[in-house]
């Protein structure tokens, strides 16, 4: 998980307080949540503004975590056998369609409920599965809610638990795992991915006997991709040494061990993989120090608790550090719902394009309930190369942008006026879209005088300069569709 990076960010993780010289703005709500979650519309920012940052962050966690959970759809907990009798038919096709679904409401979930959306689908490039090889739209579904039902709670009932999920036995091969034959995957997942960091804590001995203590779990409740249950005549009932511990240890027993014997580790191995997600892929000595290892001892305090390391975390100065911002390359499913959230627009109803998110993702390298590997998304800098920046600016402003043209031009026009608090000053208005798409203006001044020169570019010159222009005038929503193709084109436009 170590980089070779060095961070620039040295503020502590103390709780930032607002001050004339570090107020509370726009610009760090709209960092915070397109972290925290997948961007912020702009009539959403003046609420944040009127709470301290404390108790907004506050407000965002709680309330993501008081969410109803996903409705399961009826065919979600049923066993194969049973589709017939409650109408259903499965069959290769039919299972592929309902794989579909199960996508599609996992990136619904990402566009309606940002900030629960995110953790769960952080979550999911943690304990991942891999839906086309398990194959089954029922595990497919379960393992995502177990995902959402777990993202801000309790870390070892969430590893407890994601070790016996279907989609995980399957995936991992726990369902082979037997007395005769235990199948390390599982194992080694535990330690390597999921608890501890490769090589960190443990040693290939550990992994043979923890892979004989998760045999057993291998019977089928109801036929094939029916609920799996454990069945004692496939378990290891000889003693095994786990972390020089030795008895008749099962599945409960060894996450007891884990936690028990390698507590800190856990701690500090999650608490870095939380940054480097929410804050900055670059980590070095003086970042462990000062900010993971402290997060980990929270972390313990708490009970493995996960919203307070989160709060902690998202409340620090370090967090709202300006170094911190713009330093992580979009996830193809971040650049496009945060577009979608930051512009407002009617892309149409979400059964009208939602084909169109998922299958740009997927061309983007980004296939939702697929990783290529049991390691996830490699992320930040994998996603971009010389080929995918284009593609990802053409996306928006090609597809994405045209979706919105037919459902209704006079939007572009409604998003200058809202952001810009119907403005009549060009650069002012210019200024503004920046601002709600990217956060702030672009790094690079050339960038966004460039931008002030392509929204005026469709307008006489003579109207800026005697004051005539408003947002009024009929060319307007062209002026602002020119101006968010060029933005979005922008390489700063790739960072969050």
């Avoid at 101006?483 to 960072?495: A, K, M, T």
Wanted: charged share 20%.
């Amino acid at each position: 998980m170590s980089t070779n990076y060095v961070s620039c960010n040295i503020s502590p993780l103390t709780e930032y307080s607002p001050s004339p010289a570090n107020p509370w703005d726009a610009v760090k709500v709209r960092h915070l949540h397109n972290r925290i979650a997948f961007g912020i519309n702009t009539s959403s920012v003046a609420n944040a503004l009127t709470q301290s940052p404390s108790a907004y962050i506050d407000a965002l966690i709680d309330g993501a975590m008081a969410l109803a959970p996903t409705v399961a759809p009826p065919w979600a907990p049923l066993d194969p056998a049973d589709y017939e009798a409650n109408g259903f038919t499965y069959g290769e096709d039919e299972n592929r369609q309902l794989l579909d679904e199960t996508q599609y409401t996992f990136i619904k979930e990402l566009i309606d409920n940002g900030v629960r959306g995110r953790l769960t689908f952080f979550w999911h490039n943690h304990f991942v599965t891999i839906a086309h090889e398990y194959g089954f739209a029922g595990y497919a579904f379960r393992y995502y809610l177990a995902l959402q039902r777990n993202s801000f709670g309790n870390f070892r009932t969430f590893i407890t638990e994601m070790g016996l999920d279907n989609a995980m036995l399957k995936f991992l091969n726990g369902f082979e795992s037997t007395v005769v034959s235990p199948n390390e995957n599982y194992a080694r997942e535990l330690y390597e991915l999921f608890a501890l960091g490769e090589g960190n804590g443990y040693t290939e001995d550990d992994i043979v006997e923890t892979s004989r203590a998760l045999t057993g779990y291998n019977e089928y409740v109801n036929g094939e991709n029916s609920n799996i249950i454990f069945n004692e005549a496939n378990f290891d009932i000889e003693d095994k040494t786990i972390f020089e511990q030795t008895g008749n240890w099962g599945y409960t027993d060894v996450i007891a061990i884990l936690f028990d014997q390698k507590t800190e580790l856990i701690a500090r191995y999650i608490c870095e993989k939380i940054y480097i997600n929410f804050v900055s892929p670059e980590v070095d000595d003086v970042i462990r120090t000062n900010i993971i290892n402290p997060l980990g001892a929270i972390f313990i305090s708490n009970n493995f608790e996960i919203a307070p390391v989160l709060k902690t975390l998202f409340k620090s100065e370090h967090f709202f550090d300006e170094k911190a911002r713009n330093t992580i390359i979009k996830s193809p499913l971040d650049l496009i719902i945060q577009f979608i959230t930051a512009t407002g627009f009617n892309f149409g109803e979400y059964d009208m394009y939602k084909e169109f998110v998922k299958n740009a993702s997927r061309v983007f390298d980004q296939d939702i309930m697929n990783p290529p590997t049991v390691f996830g998304w490699p992320g930040d800098r994998d996603w971009i190369n010389s080929g995918t920046i284009t593609f990802r600016a053409g996306f928006l402003s090609d597809d994405m942008l045209t979706l919105a043209r037919e459902q209704d031009e006079e939007q572009f026009r409604q998003f200058a006026i809202d952001v810009s608090g119907n403005s009549n000053d060009a650069d002012v208005v210019t200024k503004d879209i920046f601002e709600a798409l990217m956060g702030e203006v672009p790094y690079t001044l050339d960038d966004f005088e460039t931008g002030i020169d392509i929204f005026k570019s469709s307008v006489p010159s003579n109207y800026f300069e005697d004051d005539i222009w408003t947002l009024s005038f009929e060319g307007v929503p062209l002026q602002v569709r020119d101006l968010i193709e060029y933005i979005v084109s922008l390489p700063d436009y790739q960072l969050k």
